[in-house]
């Protein structure tokens, strides 16, 4: 087994080294306002649930070159948005949101991908995801790197939930109804898979 530390490698090597062996990851398709009020929509793999009581999500949102992205950069302002489940519906329309534009166009250009009004927050929604989540920026940290700003750590209170009706029953999500997609390394996705059920000790 090799080893060594992150000092040892590239930014480029641990990047590649951490997306290959956390893997899968699931992703947070994340709609915000631009400031002239065109949605933005962007994908982010550095996603997770922080907590149930209360219910927070996490976002970690990496700067190029010290320049935030445009949904962080939109978060910061607004303080809201829309974090949608990515799913074997919507992927492919997912990864073209992925594209580089400029500041101000938007991303639902490139997909087909329709909008809906939200209830808790201004943010519209994408009609097309079966499961998401309106939310509220709890905090955002910043991650320093040797005296640079090298990402955005944003955390989000869950204000209101949208789940599909035929894919949620008695409380519970039908996992292969969702069939959540999941991002491994390069230009990898993946699938829910096989399901294993092991029971918890007492």
């Known amino acids: 087994m090799q080893n060594f530390t992150p000092n040892d490698l590239t ?8 997306i290959g062996s956390i893997i899968p ?44 992205k445009d949904t962080a950069r939109n978060l910061r302002r607004t303080g809201e948005g829309v974090i949608h489940i990515v799913d074997r519906q919507n992927y492919l ?10 500041y101000g166009d938007s991303e ?23 499961v998401r989540f309106e939310v509220k920026v709890n905090q955002i940290v910043d991650i320093e790197n040797k005296g640079d700003i090298t990402a955005d750590l944003v955390l989000f209170n869950i204000e ?8 949620y029953q008695d409380g519970k999500i039908d ?13 990898d996705y993946g699938d829910i898979g096989e399901i294993t059920t092991v029971p918890r000790p007492e």
């Open 11 to 18: 930014e480029r090597e641990n990047y590649k080294f951490l």
């Open 108 to 130: 639902l250009s490139k997909t087909s991908f329709s909008l809906v009004d939200s209830v808790s927050v201004a943010t519209p929604a994408l009609n097309e995801a079966q």
């Open 25 to 68: 990851r699931p992703i947070a398709l994340i709609s915000t306002l631009n400031e002239d009020g065109t949605i933005n929509i962007g994908p982010f793999s550095y996603f997770n649930i922080v907590s149930s009581n209360p219910p927070l999500l996490s976002v970690a949102i990496q700067r190029k070159g010290g320049i935030m």
């Open 93 to 102: 329309n997912a990864n073209q949101t992925a594209a580089s534009l400029e």
């Open 175 to 187: 996992p292969r109804g969702l069939d959540a997609m999941s991002r491994l390394a390069g230009h």
């Open 160 to 167: 209101r939930y949208h789940i599909a009706s035929d894919i």
